[in-house]
């Protein structure tokens, strides 16, 4: 419209201008009015499909974002009211995992004492059956070394006496009959 406006008052200047003495007349301005309706009409022709697309596009655009900002408001409501949730029930969860942990550890404190006893009194039944073991292998070889002393002592004995030889001799062949 301003376009129009400016189109028409540059004319009747003109043609005030042009006229007897700036006295034009009406008549004057029908041919730039012609003109001008002829390309206003061109214009409005030519362009009113891609104004039209434009404005359309436009529209379609501004209600995506109204859509996708009404969706990102309504995912962000729910998101702050879960979060809300968890944050009154935090104290109430914060006791829970407290007594939890408390209970867990008495549980291991329990255990532990109980496998620490047990390992104890196993160590020491395993300690008292390698002491009792220990002393019957030297136990068993103190005799066996005392029987050997003493057969040795014996042998060298019936050797260096006659004696006793003839009388071991005998009672070999009287033990062989």
Known sequence: ??????????????????GDGGHGSAA??????VN???????????????????????????????????????????????????????????????????ADVKAFEKNLAKETEDKIHKLKSDATSKITADKKAIMDELNAELLNQVIAKTKTTIKTNKDYQSKASNKLLQGMK
């Open 1 to 18: 419209m301003r376009l129009i406006a400016t189109y028409v008052f540059m004319a009747s200047a003109a043609a005030y201008a042009a």
């Open 28 to 33: 004057d301005l029908i041919a730039p009015a």
């Open 36 to 102: 001008v309706a002829i390309l206003v009409g061109f214009l409005v022709w030519k362009l009113k499909k891609p104004m039209s697309d434009a404005f359309t596009k436009k529209a379609e655009d501004i209600t995506n974002t109204l859509e996708r900002a009404s969706l990102k408001s309504k995912e962000a409501q729910m998101m702050l009211e879960n979060e809300q949730r968890k944050i009154t029930n935090l104290s109430s969860e914060i006791r829970t995992l407290t007594e939890q942990s408390d």
